[in-house]
Each structure stands twice: as structure tokens, then as C-alpha cells.
């Protein structure tokens, strides 16, 4: 199985506070996710992120297009991704 993928969906456009329209995460998110090399790190950033978007509100349509970019990279989505989707 692959690592957990990055949660951008390549949208990366910061309108809402700093916050990218199409991930929620901002510029310094985005940064350290690329430093987290172990796989449970990994999930646990997602995980965060979901919450993180459930609060901020207007990110329904994150969870599919992450779906679909786990299973194009053959990676197991993080369960709160399967929940949301």
C-alpha cells in the first residue's frame, strides 16, 4: 500500500483567510505535510485537516476528489476521509 497522499487536489487558491479554497490547508500546512515522511504522521494530518475543514465549512466536495486521488495513487484513504466522502 502507498503512503497517504498530499491532501491538495491541486486547486491552491488561498481566498479564505490564507486557507486554499479547494483543501482548506494553508501555505505553512502544505509545507510541513511534505516534511512528514512517516505514514501514521501522514493520516494523522489528514485526519486534522478533516476536522479542520468540518469547521471552516464550504469543503464537501474535498473528500471525493481526495477519494479518487488515493485510488488513483493506490493508497488507503484515512478513515474520516471515508466517513466524509
Do not use: N
Not at 491538495?8 to 486554499?20: A, L, Q, W
Not at 512517516?38 to 469547521?55: I, N, P, T
Amino acid at each position: 500500500m502507498a503512503k497517504t497522499p498530499s491532501p491538495c487536489i491541486d486547486v491552491c487558491k488561498f481566498k479564505r483567510d490564507g486557507h486554499c479554497i479547494g483543501c482548506s490547508m494553508t501555505k505553512a500546512q502544505k509545507s510541513l505535510f511534505k516534511q512528514l515522511k512517516k505514514d501514521k504522521h501522514r493520516a494523522a494530518f489528514v485526519e486534522m485537516l478533516v476536522g479542520q475543514q468540518s469547521h471552516m465549512g464550504k469543503y464537501r466536495h474535498w473528500a471525493a476528489r481526495y477519494m479518487r486521488k488515493c485510488m488513483k495513487k493506490k493508497a488507503k484513504p484515512v478513515a474520516a476521509v471515508r466517513d466524509a466522502a
